[in-house]
């Protein structure tokens, strides 16, 4: 609700502004203007969703994420950039932004891990690993259970 005129910021098509409204006082240059509030939680702004259906969407990516589709997290983060890189100016839920940062530090602990383990293969090898070398990379596991034959 608009704190001046009692009226629902939401359905107001006069206040649902493609960019953001800035403020400057008399005083101040156009360079040290600050933008005011933004309209939209989502990255495509009046295409995207509603403040009341970000939460579902940022809740369900959050989830969905622990179910073996840690790149949700990242579309989750950047379908919200608006709401996680200026969290003061949004009127969002507050929940928005604990799914998002949460999506944030899981994707970026995935990565982390993703990264190590293949790197570790990568520069390591058969150096690091020894005999055990080949029984880990997979290029051979067709002649270990003997599935060349038939080609």
């Known amino acids: 609700m608009d704190n001046q ?21 008399p005083g101040t240059s156009s360079s040290r203007r600050r933008l005011g509030p933004a309209e939209w939680p989502t ?13 579902e969407h940022a809740r369900r ?7 073996c589709l840690p790149f949700l997290w990242a579309v989750n983060c950047f379908y919200f950039w608006p709401v ?6 949004h009127d969002s839920h507050p929940d928005l932004r604990r799914y998002l940062v949460g999506s944030a530090i899981g994707f970026l602990l995935f990565a982390a891990i993703l990264s190590s383990w293949a790197l570790t293969f990568a520069i390591g090898g ?7 070398w080949k029984e880990l990379v997979m290029y051979n596991v067709a002649e270990k259970y003997g599935l060349t034959g038939w080609i």
């Open 43 to 55: 990255i495509d702004g009046p295409l995207g969703l509603s403040h009341d259906d970000s939460l």
């Open 61 to 67: 990516f959050f989830k969905l994420g622990f179910l």
């Open 84 to 89: 996680l890189r200026h969290p003061n100016a």
């Open 5 to 25: 005129s009692g009226t629902d910021r939401y359905s107001n098509p006069a206040a649902a502004s493609i960019l953001p409204t800035s403020s400057t006082s």
């Open 126 to 132: 058969e150096h690091l690993f020894g005999d055990v």
